[in-house]
């Protein structure tokens, strides 16, 4: 399915996903909509399983997987969800996963993956490094290489999130989706052009980490200095495949800055009693950032992750 990726696929990955996980809830709070001026949807990937919504995309490509493809095991890279994701797929269908982080990885997050079953191997200063030496134990152990970014089935299990979205509000005035690589931004575009052709999708990164919104300025995947806070949107490149469907369907793009993502996971935390981590709550600062473009709107925001760190919680109280 690489590079045509169609709204059939990600129907197919609702029926694969039907069996594993419900639907996400999607609730708004009238003291937060009083703050951001507009009708706020708040779409809770904070809730499943793994703590975020990548565990879609994951559970998706795992299932499609052929039975001999899953014995010879997977190698991915990641310094967050997407190895989670990847490592409890892995875990249901019974696939051997290795994930390659970084020297600089939490010791918290090499707990989760290792308690998931995945064996993690720490290597080298960056995510760079950490992808090199992927491809050299996928090549050598002969098994299946997964790209975070470019993987038509990871995109086609988020968009999942989608079709929850547009089916459960079809009158929505535009979707906020918080971008690290783009799979989620990309998927939405698919799904609102087949259930909400009228929804604006608005994709949000962090001005620190702008790979993938200069990439879509540009019209081609560029390199950017990757210096954000926020985990899930740290990223020093563009990835061509979801990059290929933004370029079409985004409405908008817009930057925040690490601080404005901090204040808008305290509001989650005070006004609608939500814990997000600072990627999860990007889409709602996208929208404090801007009051006069979704002023009196209907506006969903995903709240893509949960997975707050120690440092992060602490800094709720203000
Ligand atoms: C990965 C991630 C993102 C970014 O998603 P992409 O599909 O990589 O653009 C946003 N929020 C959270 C919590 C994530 O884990």
Redesign the pocket.
Known sequence: MDNALTFADVAAAQDLLAGHLPATPMWSYPALDAVAGATVYVKHENVQPVG?F?VRGGLTLLAGLPAEQRERGLVTYST???AQSIAYASAIFGAPCTVVMPLTASAEKVRALRALGATAVLHGPDLAAAQRHAEQLATAADALLVS??DTAALLAG?GTLYVEIFTARPDLDAVVV????????AAACLVAAKLAPHCRVVAVQSAASRAAYDSWRAGTCVERPNRTRVD??ATGRGFALPQQLMRTGLTDFHLVDDEQIGAAQQLLASHAHTLA?G??AAALAAVLARPDTFAGQRVAVVC??GNASAAEIAALGG
């Open positions: 975020a990548k967050g969800n997407h975070p970014g988020v918080p971008v690290g690589s783009g799979t989620g931004a899930g949107l981590e990627a999860g893509t992750g």
